[in-house]
Each structure stands twice: as C-alpha cells, then as structure tokens.
C-alpha cells in the first residue's frame, strides 16, 4: 500500500474543529432519518474522521534512551490499524449530499471532509477483492474512456432490447445472483448517443446573446442523449451559440466522491484543457452532480499546483443551465414560451441546493411557463437515494430514501416530478415504477423545451 500523502487540499484539524456538536444537522441527514444512529449522522462521521485525523498526525512517541528494551518506533504504517470496517461502514453509508452543509450554523464543509475521508480509506484500506476490481474498472478503466462506455452500453442497450432483460427477470435469475434490485435501477440505454454531437457548435436562434460551451456529462451521453439535446435547443431558442467540445470527459466526480482522488485529477486536467476559457461566456452543464465538481476542480489541486491557477477561473465560468438560464432571462420573443397544463412537483437535486446553493433558478424557470402549477414537495431537500453510485452500493438504503420521496411525490397529487440532475431522473422513474406512481419524470429544461416547442 501505497504511503502518499492524498494529492490536493486536505482538511486541517480547523476544518474539522469547526463541528461544535449542536446537533442541528441531525434532522436534516437523511441517514440519520434512517437509523436514527449516531454514527451515521455529520456528527457523528466528523467525530470518527476527527480520530483518524488525530492518529495520522500523532508524532511517533520518542524511544527513551533508559529503556533499553523499549521497542524501535513504528512508521506511519502503524496507524493504518485506525481505519477499522466499521469506519468505512459509516463513511460508505454517508450519500456524500451534503444536507447537512445546508444546516450547519458553523459553516461546516463537510464535502470536503468526506471525500478526503474516502481518500484516506482507498490508499489504507483492503476491501474484498472483487469490489476493489469493480472499482478499478469503473474509476479507472471505464469512465475516463467513452469509447468502453459506448461499448458497455451497446451491450447493455443489446439486453434490454432482445429479451434478455425480460428472460432475466422472469427466470428469477436475478434474484439469486442478489443483482434483482439492482437490476431494476438500471437506466434505458439510448437509441442513438450524444458522443456523435461532440466537436459540434449549434448556432443561436436571432441575435445571439452568449456564447456557451456545453459539459455533455459520460453516463449522460449513452443514457441522456434526448436531455442533452433538450437542453441545446433550449439555449439556442434562448440567443446561445452552443459549442460542445470535442475533447471533453467525464467531469470526475464519481471518482472524487469515491475517494479515488489520482483518478478525478486526471480527469479535471483534462477537462481544463479541453475548455478554452477565453471563447466562451459560460460552461453549462445540466447535471447538478457533474457542475458541483466542475465548480470545485481547485479543491482536487494544492495551491502550489499549475492545475489550481487554471482551476480557478475555470470554476468561475461554471453554470448551472437553471442558474444560468435564469440569470439570462428565458426569451419572450425568441422562442416564446407556451402554455403547458400540466401540475408539477419540484425535487431538488443535492448537489444543485446543497452543493451549489441553487435553490430559486429551477422554480423561477417553472413557474415562467405558462399554465404550469407547480407544487412544492414535502421535504424535497431530502437525498432521493441516488447519490452517484450509492444506488449500487447501498441499495436498500437506497430503496428506503426513494420509497418516501414517492410517497411524497405521489400525495402532491402532481401529473410530473421535475428534478435538475441526471442521476436523480433515473432514481426517480425508476421510483415510479417500483411505486406505481404513474407519474412522468422530468428535466427542467425538458419541461422548458416541450413549452417552446408547443403549438
Ligand atoms: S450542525 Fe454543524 S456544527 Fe452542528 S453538529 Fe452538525 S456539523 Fe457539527
Ligand atoms: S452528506 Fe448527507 S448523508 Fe452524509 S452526513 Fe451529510 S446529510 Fe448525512
């Protein structure tokens, strides 16, 4: 194992220091909701990563010369004993959504304190052979190369359409392979992908009133192909000359949240070249997840670092489409926008409200279209159980989350539930299906582009 200090900014003791144990954050965890555990509340992680902090920077005690018999003092490889099963439990149990940000009256950035926790856990930590083979091959191989995500899904796509899928269910394979509930999650693969559009610039519909660089997202381009082309026709129906760079990638932060921080600074440095800053007025991306960690790309390099100069205006021209598509002002002669009757319920994505403090952009932009009701969700700042990959690795929690967001959504009586983040319209039509909810799931600019493209 590898002795390394984690690459990047790293929490001083401060950072941690700031909890003061008021508690404030409980209610708002959506684990603690869950199990009503202590160690699975902020608290209660930071408390147990406090102890790990304490340990890694612990001077060696010094041999005293007197005692002769006194063994040679142990190297750093003594503390890895710290990092004990049921720490990782805890830390792999957090959704990382970062609620309790939100809440926290000392400006708590526990973000930060858990990805580096998980960092600290991937360079100390053995986890059973095959789930470290998984995780190489995600992190590693699969989600830094589109062409083996294109492969991937062309399999997956060949399942799902030619019965496999429904002999797989059927036979109950599944279920003792322990894969059913997982199985279920699975997104629909795309028809046709986004990565033919890559290299490509979209001209703006009438004078043009910015000039945008789109972030088309990895998973999203086999599975969100329609989202992604939603989303350009609704900038360019907005004045916005879109231009989607050809050497993009994945934004990293499934990499960064899984604690595989080598894998993430890959990543961004690449993305920070792929960019140009001086040709466009923003970069806009429609998943909440992928634009959080774009906006934190200096988190993933110390300030030493060539990456962290380049980060920092890169992260300044980072938009939300809903932050920015607000802050623009949709058209009112462009592509105007047309009645939709339609009664809505609006989720928040946790790395869009907790993350990037957006909270008014998607509902302004809803209640912008005409005819639409918009209905707040009860406790729609709550985690819908999707949360990068936690879907995968903690179903059940996973499941419990969504089956309370359904109940929630379904006795808001609304015909759509609109959400700003891929991951979670996954989590959730799969919640409407699990639940019966009958209910459509939606962007909130697919809701914008079905109102400009309406008769
Ligand atoms: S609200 Fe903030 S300060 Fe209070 S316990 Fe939670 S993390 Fe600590
Ligand atoms: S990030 Fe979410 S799940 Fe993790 S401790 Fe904070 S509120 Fe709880």
């Known amino acids: 194992m590898s002795t390394a200090p ?7 003791y401060e950072d941690y220091a700031r909890c003061v144990h008021c508690g404030l954050c409980l209610s708002a965890c959506p684990t603690y909701r869950l199990w009503n555990l202590e160690a699975d509340s902020p608290r209660g992680r930071i408390h147990q990563m406090i102890h790990i902090w304490q340990t890694e920077n612990a001077k060696p005690a ?27 439990d805890h830390i792999d149990k957090c959704l990382d959504c970062r609620a309790c940000e939100t809440v926290c009256p000392s400006a708590v950035e526990y973000g930060k304190l858990v990805e580096h926790a998980r960092a600290i856990i991937e360079r100390d930590y053995q986890r059973p052979l095959f789930t470290r083979l ?80 789109f972030f088309a997202g990895c998973i999203a381009q086999v599975t969100f192909t329609q989202l992604n082309d939603a989303t350009i026709r609704v900038l360019t129906g ?24 080598d894998a993430a600074r890959d990543l961004a440095r690449k993305n920070l070249a792929a960019f140009p800053l001086e040709n466009f007025d923003a970069i806009v991306t429609n998943a909440a997840g992928c634009g959080s960690t774009l906006k934190e790309y200096d988190h993933l390099f110390s300030t030493g670092e060539p990456e962290h100069a380049q980060a920092v205006p890169f992260r300044a021209k980072v938009r939300d489409v809903t932050e920015f598509l607000a802050s623009l002002g949709v058209s009112a002669t462009l592509q105007p926008l047309k009645p939709l009757t339609l009664r809505v319920t609006y989720q928040d994505s946790c790395h869009l409200l907790h993350g990037q403090k957006i909270r008014n952009a998607p509902r302004q932009l809803l209640s912008a279209i005409p005819g639409l009701e918009l209905v707040e969700l009860p406790h729609s700042e709550i985690c819908c159980g999707s949360a990068g990959i936690y879907n995968v690795t903690q179903t059940e929690a996973s499941l419990d ?46 809701l914008l582009d079905r109102s400009m493209r309406a008769s």
């Open 6 to 12: 984690i690459p990047g900014q790293n929490p001083t």
């Open 62 to 88: 010094q041999p005293d010369p007197a005692n002769t018999k006194q063994s040679a003092p142990a190297d750093s490889t003594h503390l890895r004993g710290t990092i004990t099963a049921s720490f990782v």
């Open 134 to 213: 998984a995780r190489k091959f995600v992190f590693r191989e699969l989600l830094p190369r589109p062409d083996r995500i294109a492969i991937v899904a062309r399999v997956l796509r060949f399942y799902q359409r030619f019965g496999l899928q429904s002999l797989a269910r059927a036979t109950g394979i599944l279920k003792l392979l322990g894969l059913a509930d997982r199985e279920r999650l699975l997104p629909r693969i795309d028809d046709s992908f986004f990565f033919k559009q890559l290299g490509r610039t979209f001209p703006a519909v009438g004078t043009r009133r910015a000039r945008v660089a």
């Open 238 to 261: 907005n004045g916005c000359e879109v231009v989607v760079p050809a050497a993009q990638l994945c934004c990293g932060a499934l990499a960064a949240h899984a604690g595989v921080r």
């Open 401 to 446: 989350l969504l089956a309370d967001k359904m109940r929630h959504a379904a006795a808001t009586g609304a015909e759509a539930i609109v959400t700003a983040n891929p991951g979670c319209l996954l989590q959730l039509r799969a919640g409407t299906q699990l639940h019966h909810t009958n209910q459509e799931v939606l962007h909130v600019v697919e």
